[in-house]
């Protein structure tokens, strides 16, 4: 296992000063997935395996968005360049609006950057203990503990409940993430613990002040996150937000008609992804694509770092 500190990113494709900003814009081609997991994260396979997962669902343009965290990149870059196909580093950061969980994806930021690396680890490090005090609510009805969840999680993977769930399937206590997710780690199970999140206008402004174009991921989903609301969504607009995610299979069909007005009237980008997480998720690469002229823009927008292209 390395720590935080060993994790300093490598990503070598820095904006330099011949890089002729929207270039990029026309050298890559689609179809395009913007949000797809790996074990970094909470996704069930290596960076370079999610490439080519994505590649053999005839995706040419990826981002890989793990939640807070960009260790992926390189290996993803790679992989991408192997196969002929364009890479987008991207990140899922965590963020709260009051009790709700929001998800802010960034792209194309600086992963170097000073306010959004400590947010990242103070986000990392709290998801741990949150984790183990979640194991020790359900120890005690059920014969589950903290090593268990270790064994699911690969080295300084971003640990959330997926690995519990994986825990709790290894346990035998139940099939699949799925169920896990609809009974034992549900909030209404009483077992269930928050964890540090900051509040989504501080995930938008931490992107965009690292140069990256900040999306709302499914914004929309039903039931247990109902949507911001509007007037604060003008504010995270007015502090820079790029646009939302509007194709996601969670994101419910009023709620996509919202957004597509809400991004008309602002003048925002649109987004679609798969939110692949391997085998955790039933979602695959390609199910929801992002139009050409929206990646376009995204890579025109942000000046953090740059795609890899083949
Ligand atoms: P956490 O951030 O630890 O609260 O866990 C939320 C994560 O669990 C999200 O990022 C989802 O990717 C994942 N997740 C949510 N619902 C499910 C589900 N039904 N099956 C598998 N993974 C899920
Ligand atoms: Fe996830
Ligand atoms: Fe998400
Ligand atoms: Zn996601």
Redesign the pocket.
Known sequence: MTGVADEAPRYAQRMTDDAVQGAGAHRFSGPNDL?LHSNHSDGTETPAEVVRQAHAHGIRTLALTD?DRSTGWDEAADASASLGMTFLPGM?LSAKYEWRSV?VLGYLFDPDDVALRAETDRIRGDRIGRAERIVRNIGRDYDLVWADVLAQTVGDATVGRPHIADALVARGIVSDRTAAFDGILHPREGYYEPHYAPDPLTAVSLITGAGGVAVI??PVTSGRDRMMPVPYIKRLVDAGLGGFEVDHRENTEAGKKILRELAAAHDLIVTGSS?YHGAGKPNRPGENTTSDEMVARIIDRATGSEPRYA
Do not use: F, K, N
Request: hydrophobic fraction near 15%; proline fraction near 0%; charge should be negative.
């Open positions: 949000h939640h899922e998800h991921a499914h939110d």
